[in-house]
């Protein structure tokens, strides 16, 4: 089965408003986001994804992109609870060690 692949950057129109991405993509998240990212910083979506910790380098890249986007990474527990999400790398290892679903949000 052949599968095209395109950059949402590269699929929604500047003058579209994007509230809500949901990314399940298997591993290929930095990648995935990074295609969206200028859609991300115009339109400041909430981005719900699922992603297995792998790595620590991989896990910082995560954090480290979202948040160029303009985002803050939390798990859906804690902003379902009103928590505050992690400010740094740091506070956001542990979680990333023992979640599969975060939500990034303005």
Not at 3 to 10: K, N, S, T, V
């Amino acid at each position: 089965v052949d599968i095209e692949i395109r950059r949402l950057d590269d699929v929604i129109p500047a003058s579209a408003q994007i509230a809500l991405i949901k990314i399940d993509v298997a591993g290929a998240e930095l990648r995935t986001l990074g295609g969206a990212l200028a859609t991300i910083r115009r339109c400041q979506p909430i981005v719900i994804l699922e992603a297995g910790f792998s790595s620590e380098a991989r896990s910082r890249e995560l954090f480290d992109l979202l948040r160029s986007g303009g985002l803050r990474l939390s798990t859906m527990a804690l902003w379902l609870n009103s928590q505050p999400p992690p400010t740094t790398f740091e506070e956001y290892l542990p979680l990333a060690r023992s979640n599969f679903y975060f939500l990034a949000h303005p």
